[in-house]
């Protein structure tokens, strides 16, 4: 129906055509979408918004409760049970930082190890699989995960049950990030949107139950919507994808900038998603070299940032307030996926193109809260949460200014490929922020 469109579209009058070859050509203006497809708009738009918080939601949960997760004790009978509330109890008692014989760090591994081999393996084959079945794995994945977790008596099958958050969401961002190669890249700011809220729903709502005196336990569980959520969302919500309109403010901005790869691209593509063109080793490694500017600032910012997160947090601790350390851990996750949410939803107010100012700012902010913590200059945990929130906003920044840059820049032949290989790069900066933070922690917590 749109190939025959397009073809309407296209046929002229021989005098018409010789009158347009003649005259000048103006720029087009974009049209207003007929109702229908203004509807099938929202509907995408919205689609991909739940995808992404979806898609997000069982990983950020995991990282908030790292802390509770590495606290983990048995209750009596067959309970497993961790205080919403616990009272700081070192394990080190020469430490000042109040430390987890474990650093959070080791829940980050668990939580983006697997989502690292995947994103990693993605480039090389995942394509071949239809995404229906991807969907629906990653879907499963994520409640297993809430229920792996809520009923596990030992910190070995909660990471396990992390690992499982971490398959859903690395699966799932490969695929969604690919998918939106089949639709109207406005997409791509909805997508990062949502993941964004994820951010910020998922850490509030952690928060905010165990606060009120619901148990780790049935928080979890209370959140085991979120999975079918994810799949009505892709096999409800979502229409099936079209040609792409190769008019609009969009391709105008993408037209005025030089492609990742030049080629031709043939007209109005119908490729449908699991029958895209197969790129040769050739075209894939040039399209990689290509996105070498935004895949390197992107590892960076979220290489000091996790580091912060995962390495720093715990380690942040403030004994003149009212807030536990649990507490203050909570609101620290809390406040970062703030900052995230904002500017993940920031594309429609500005955009940035050059993100290694973003990379660099962030990296200044790892120096000045690692220092911080090993000479305590800082007066007050406000001054912490400012700076936390300040945190979230470079990264979540740097997030969807990579993939709309990106998506700019790449022939729309290649873009699947383009989008699949640059979602490695956080993963990337996260896993080295992890390694590198266990034996950081282990070094400052025998600190007296």
């Known amino acids: 129906m749109g190939g025959s469109a397009a073809g309407s579209r296209r046929r002229l009058s021989d005098s018409e055509g010789q009158r347009a070859a003649q005259e000048p050509r103006e720029p087009r203006e974009p049209r207003p979408p007929p109702p229908d497809r ?44 961790v205080d919403p509330d616990p009272v700081p109890t070192p394990h080190n008692n020469s430490s000042r930082f109040d430390c987890n014989s474990v650093s959070t760090a080791a829940v980050l591994l668990a939580d983006i190890l697997p989502t690292l ?36 008596h030992s910190v070995v099958t909660s990471l396990c049950g992390v690992v499982l958050a971490s398959i859903s969401s690395g699966l799932g961002e490969v695929t969604f990030l690919s998918l939106t190669a089949f639709y109207p890249r406005a997409v791509i700011s909805w997508w990062s949107s949502g993941t964004g809220g994820a951010g910020l729903l998922g850490a509030l709502s952690y928060l905010g139950l165990t606060q009120v005196g619901l148990s780790p336990q049935h928080t979890l569980l209370s959140m085991l919507g979120i999975p079918a959520l ?23 901005e993408r037209a005025a900038r030089q492609p990742l790869m030049s080629s031709e691209a043939p007209e109005a593509p119908e490729w449908k998603p699991d029958s895209s063109p197969s790129l040769s080793l050739q075209e894939k490694w040039t399209v990689f070299k290509g996105l070498q500017c935004y895949i390197i600032p992107l ?106 840059n990106i ?36 070094f400052l917590c025998r600190l007296s």
């Not at 991909?48 to 997760?69: E, K, P, R």
């Not at 009505?232 to 609009?248: C, I, K, M, R, V």
């Open 117 to 152: 081999v995947i994103k990693l393996l993605a480039p090389l084959g995942l394509h071949l699989l239809p995404y229906s079945p991807r969907v629906l794995f990653s879907g499963i994945c994520a409640a297993g995960s809430f229920i792996l977790v809520a009923f596990s």
């Open 38 to 81: 203004q509807g099938a708009h929202w509907k995408n738009a919205m689609g991909f918004w739940l995808l992404g918080l979806c898609n997000n939601f069982s990983y950020v949960v995991m990282l908030s409760a790292a802390h509770d997760i590495l606290s983990h004790k048995r209750a009596s009978g067959n309970q497993s049970h």
């Open 299 to 404: 590892v960076l910012v979220y290489f000091a940032e996790y580091f912060i997160n995962q390495g720093l947090f715990e380690l942040l601790f403030f004994r003149n307030t009212s807030l536990s350390h649990a507490q203050q851990y909570r609101w620290y996750q809390m406040l970062y996926q703030a900052g995230v949410f904002a500017s993940r939803s920031s594309l429609r107010c500005f955009r940035i193109q050059f993100t290694w100012a973003l990379a660099l700012l962030q990296c200044f902010n790892l120096v000045f809260l690692l220092v911080d913590i090993w000479l305590s200059f800082l007066p007050s945990i406000y001054i912490v949460f400012l700076i936390v929130l300040y945190e979230g906003l470079l990264g979540g920044a740097a997030y969807v200014n990579t993939f709309h």
């Open 407 to 442: 998506a700019l820049e790449t022939s729309d032949e290649h873009r699947e490929f383009a989008m699949a290989t640059a979602c490695v790069s956080d993963t990337l900066g996260i896993s080295l922020s992890g390694l590198l933070a266990l034996p950081l922690h282990d």
């Open 230 to 252: 994810l799949l009505a969302s892709y096999f409800l919500l979502l229409t099936s994808p079209g040609p792409q309109d190769p008019g609009g403010e969009e391709e105008a």
